[in-house]
Structures are given as structure tokens and as C-alpha cells.
């Protein structure tokens, strides 16, 4: 398997732009994670979905980050509009839920700098 | 809330020591944990998952422990190699479901 796909894998924006990251989990995992990670803060669960459904969104940081899974096979993450302070590393991450839970496979992060 | 520690926060040995990474946390209703290694500029890639019922999981030069009743995993890493150096992550299930919660990790760097 190709592992969980993420894309872009480096953006830089200017403040106030829209930024859509996305995300292709590992085909048969039935949960997705979006993390943000920066120096500050370290790794940040922001939502995450079962079976497509959005089951805790309370690490989104505002109302300006949305996230969306129209299918098992995709996902994807905006800002709207973008700041400087969400400059980060924003990863996906996908597993097969279970009662005692599955390694978690991460990608490879997209890159973000808002200027 | 799971808040999760790692200690010690970075750690500098020469080649061929034998290592002891800490993590604690504070919920022990945890239903596995996991240890991850990240390099710099790259992604998470899972080391060891232990579950809630098991106290020990090997790989290789890795061995990682677990004490659910006192929130404690301990990961070990026998005879350290320069291609060892990264940060490490452990991460308890928690929240009823399926919920990672990362520590702030260990910065490890091992020189020859």
C-alpha cells in the first residue's frame, strides 16, 4: 500500500487566502486524524472521523478551520482565511478502529506557511 | 484530560549506550499506547504499540513496557546507533474512542 497520501506537501500563502490541505487515507482503514504540530504546541489531535463522520472536532481552533470526508477514500482541511499563526505542520493519519484500537499510520505532513 | 509526559526532553549519549526514554500520563484508562520516532522535517512512523492488557512489546533493539495502573511506559533502546537519533513520541489511546494524545517527546542524539 502507498500509505496515507497527503497534498500539498509544502504551501506558502499569504494572510488572508483560503488553504485547503488534503488527505487519502490507507484503503480499508475506517478512521482518519488530522494533527497540527508546531514547536510550541507539539502534536495537536484537531478532528477526527469514523466511518466518514466527524466524531470530535473540539481541537479545531476556530471557526476558520473546517474539515470534510465526502468519502472513505478522501478527506480534506481548510482555512478561511489563513493567519500567520497557522504555520505549521498539519498531518493525516488513518487507522482501522477497534475495540482496543490499531497502529495509526501518519503521512508524510503538509508544510504550511502563512506570510 | 490525558496529559501526557516524556522524560528527559532531549538526551546526547555516544554510540552504543543503553537507553531509557519515559513516558507518563495521567488517565490510565487507555485501551493501547503507542511509541513513534519522527525525524526532522519528516512524518510519525509507529515503533511499538502495546495493549492495555499486555506489559511488554519487542522489536528489534526496542523494547517497550507498559503499567497502565500507575501511567507509565518506558521505552527501551539497546545498544544505541547513530541512526537512532530522532525524536520520540508516545501516544495513549484515550477518550473512549480512539484517541491518540501525543507527548511533547525526547529529543534523541546519538553521536559516534
Known amino acids: 500500500d502507498a500509505g496515507v497520501i497527503q497534498s500539498p506537501r509544502h504551501e506558502v500563502t499569504e494572510m488572508g487566502q483560503e488553504v485547503t490541505l488534503r488527505c487519502k487515507p490507507i484503503?480499508?482503514?475506517?478512521?482518519l486524524f488530522w494533527y497540527r504540530q508546531t514547536m510550541m504546541r507539539g502534536l495537536e489531535l484537531l478532528i477526527y472521523f469514523n466511518n466518514n463522520v466527524p466524531i470530535d472536532d473540539s481541537g479545531m481552533p476556530e471557526d476558520r478551520f473546517s474539515a470534510k470526508m465526502p468519502n472513505a477514500s478522501f478527506s480534506t482541511l481548510k482555512i478561511q482565511p489563513s493567519e500567520p499563526r497557522d504555520s505549521a505542520v498539519y498531518f493525516c493519519?488513518?487507522?482501522?478502529?477497534?475495540?482496543?484500537?490499531?497502529?495509526?499510520?501518519f503521512g508524510e505532513g503538509s508544510w504550511l506557511t502563512v506570510v | 484530560k490525558q496529559e501526557v509526559t516524556q522524560i528527559p526532553a532531549a538526551l546526547s549519549v555516544p554510540e552504543g549506550e543503553n537507553l531509557v526514554l519515559n513516558c507518563s500520563f495521567t488517565?490510565?484508562?487507555?485501551?493501547?499506547l503507542q511509541w513513534f520516532r519522527q525525524d526532522p522535517g519528516k512524518g510519525l512512523t509507529s515503533l511499538l504499540l502495546i495493549q492495555s492488557s499486555q506489559r511488554e512489546q519487542t522489536s528489534g533493539r526496542l523494547n517497550a513496557s507498559l503499567d497502565k495502573s500507575s501511567g507509565r511506559s518506558t521505552l527501551y533502546i539497546a545498544a544505541s546507533q547513530p541512526g537512532d537519533s530522532a525524536t520520540y513520541l508516545c501516544?495513549?489511546?484515550?477518550?473512549?474512542?480512539?484517541?491518540?494524545?501525543f507527548g511533547a517527546g525526547t529529543r534523541l542524539a546519538v553521536h559516534p
Open positions: 493519519a488513518s487507522n482501522i478502529q477497534g475495540v482496543s484500537g490499531n497502529t495509526i499510520y
Open positions: 488517565d490510565s484508562a487507555i485501551y493501547n
Open positions: 501516544a495513549p489511546f484515550s477518550g473512549g474512542y480512539n484517541k491518540l494524545i
Open positions: 484503503s480499508g482503514h475506517n478512521s
